[in-house]
């Protein structure tokens, strides 16, 4: 219910954080509807259940194609596209219960297959819960999709619930990106966030084996990666992660032990590093680059060779530097 105009200024804290994430739904299921622009629809009452008469008109025919069809569930294929690991054993056992009460309230939607089956697109807890429920068919809307709609279609569906692991989230742009082409722009438009958000998310990747198992497993989350991503070193981002997780330290304490592991020697070559004269032509160069890019710049220049190396301290910034090299607008 819409809060009067007298009383906006009184709102909770909480009751704001909420309205939030609501935004963030509605945002995420204009995605869906673009793919899926008939929406979810209830499955039709079973001949046994009482009849309830409806004031409200009644709903128009289902589009041709999107009919719902009870479809045996020994019928239906993995999404390959599903990038969710955890399915929390103590969530199907309610939605499989309220299954058993009162069915499957809304039907998945599948697609079908060349080999006469059906690829699962939508709908995989009810899939599973189904199972768990003793059903032997799930009501379903097969709709004939390419495989790039099936795969934002299982991102977009993803995202709407909250617990979305944070590596899942970044696997699932990942695979948009490399399968489909899109750039990261598109996938923001796509699945309703910011191109930033997807980039953010994104650069969790490039972080290693290790770490990734810890964002995997829910004991690190994206907070704490984004901090760990401002360091180079793959063993001392390794060795901060474990010790973060460990001491289940809080993103202040990462930063903190972060400065904390750079030893004194490592920190008088740098300094050393910026003492050493440059030729004043290379020194011109590095102080025009730093005017236009608007991050510190070195260059190590030898004999007339040598890097260029771009330091950033960001996320914002590496975005930004990344455009303009690439010749594109902010």
């Not at 010790?243 to 304490?253: C, G, K, N, P, T």
């Amino acid at each position: 219910m819409p809060v009067p105009a007298e009383k906006t200024a009184e709102v909770a804290p909480e009751t704001a954080k909420l309205d939030k994430s609501a935004d963030k739904r509605r945002a995420l299921g204009r995605g869906l509807e673009s793919l899926l622009p008939s929406g979810p629809r209830p499955v039709p009452a079973s001949a046994a259940a009482p009849v309830v008469p409806k004031l409200a008109p009644p709903a128009p025919l289902l589009p041709s194609g999107d009919e719902i069809a009870h479809i045996p569930l020994d019928h239906i294929d993995d999404n390959p596209y599903q990038t969710r690991q955890d399915f929390a054993a103590e969530h199907l056992a309610e939605l499989a219960e309220s299954i058993r009460t009162s069915g499957v309230v809304q039907p998945v939607v599948v697609r079908p297959s060349s080999n006469g089956r059906y690829i699962l697109v939508l709908g995989e807890r009810r899939c599973r819960a189904s199972r768990l429920a003793g059903k032997n068919t799930v009501p379903a809307i097969v709709r004939k999709i390419s495989d790039q709609q099936a795969a934002e279609m299982t991102v977009v569906e993803n995202l709407q619930r909250q617990d979305l692991n944070c590596l899942e989230q970044a696997t699932a742009y990942a695979r948009l990106s490399r399968d489909f082409g899109l750039t990261q722009e598109q996938i923001g438009q796509r699945v309703g966030v910011s191109r930033e958000s997807v980039s953010n998310y994104m650069r969790l990747l490039k972080l290693p084996a290790a770490v990734l198992d810890f964002l995997r497993s829910g004991e690190l989350g994206f907070s704490e990666a984004r901090v760990l991503l401002q360091f180079q070193d793959p063993d001392l981002i390794s060795k901060l992660a474990a010790e973060a997780v460990r001491l289940h330290m809080s993103v202040q304490q990462i930063e903190e032990l972060a400065r904390k592991q750079y030893s004194k020697e490592d920190l008088e070559q740098k300094e050393t590093a910026r003492a050493k004269w440059l030729d004043p032509n290379v020194r011109a160069a590095q102080t025009e680059l730093e005017r236009v890019l608007g991050v510190r710049v070195r260059i190590n220049d030898k004999k007339g060779k040598g890097k260029i190396v771009i330091e950033y301290s960001t996320l914002e910034d590496f975005d930004r530097v990344l455009d303009m090299l690439k010749g594109e607008p902010n």
